[in-house]
């Protein structure tokens, strides 16, 4: 069965520091990997994903993530934290087989300070 | 842009009535899926179809039934609800041969 981790529930980042989110997924073969964001009281909007090829993909707010298949992670990345960008972050992962339906972690709840 | 609706977007309600979830998509997706989301938690799948007709039981065990008479249309009935029922149910779909999903802005049910 599928499953993901993200280790940390909440992080605190200062305006304009670097970011970076943490998942460990477990699977048996490929992984199809994702990356949401959810405002308060809002549904989940699609940052990236990753298929197949380049390991460093790039999604929208200028938010990138890269796979490591040797540690089974997907950390998501962003250079320069901007306080639109508090809100909660949801790693997934989906087997390229059978149902398909997306296995959610925990979640991050990302503070940004000013 | 990704076109799903969940109606209502908050709802309270006594014990024992029963309630209708509304989930509709305009895009012509085969796949639709229910999420439910406890405060602060992940999401859990209770529900999802491949198709009209089509309906299967997610991962998380849940008294909700759901219907999929209509590609576009996907509600999730709870006959008698409870206090337990108590979450944020969200609703998503996908294309045939696609995980991608896009989400709803979700139904927030109080029971009372």
């Known amino acids: 069965a599928q499953s993901v981790t993200q280790p940390d529930i909440h992080i605190t980042v200062s305006e304009g520091a670097s970011l970076e989110l943490r998942c460990n997924y477990s699977?048996?073969?490929?992984?199809?990997l994702f990356w949401y964001v959810q405002s308060p009281g809002q549904g989940l909007q699609l940052l990236l994903k990753y298929f197949s090829g380049d390991t460093l993909v790039q999604g929208i707010k200028g938010f990138e993530a890269e796979f490591k298949r040797s540690q089974s992670s997907f950390n998501l990345r962003k250079p320069s934290v901007h306080w639109s960008d508090a809100a909660e972050y949801f790693c997934?992962?989906?087997?390229?087989?059978?149902?398909?339906?997306?296995?959610f972690g925990s979640g991050t709840r990302l503070q940004v300070q000013p | 842009e990704a076109d799903i609706y969940q109606t209502p977007r908050y709802l309270v309600i006594g014990t024992g009535k029963k309630i209708t979830l509304e989930c509709s998509q305009t895009m012509g997706h085969d796949k639709m899926y229910w999420y439910q989301q406890d405060p602060g938690m992940e999401l859990h799948l209770i529900h999802y179809?491949?198709?009209?007709?089509?309906?299967e039981k997610g991962d998380l065990s849940s008294e909700s039934t759901v219907s999929r008479i209509r590609t576009e249309h996907f509600p999730l009935t709870l006959e008698s609800a409870r206090p337990s029922h108590t979450s944020q149910y969200l609703c998503?779909?996908?294309?045939?041969?696609?995980?991608?999903?896009?989400f709803g802005q979700g139904t927030r049910l109080t029971v009372v």
């Open positions: 179809s491949y198709g009209v007709n089509s309906t």
């Open positions: 997934a992962v989906a087997g390229d087989t059978g149902r398909r339906a997306l296995t």
């Open positions: 998503a779909s996908s294309e045939r041969g696609n995980t991608e999903a896009f």
């Open positions: 699977y048996g073969a490929t992984p199809y």
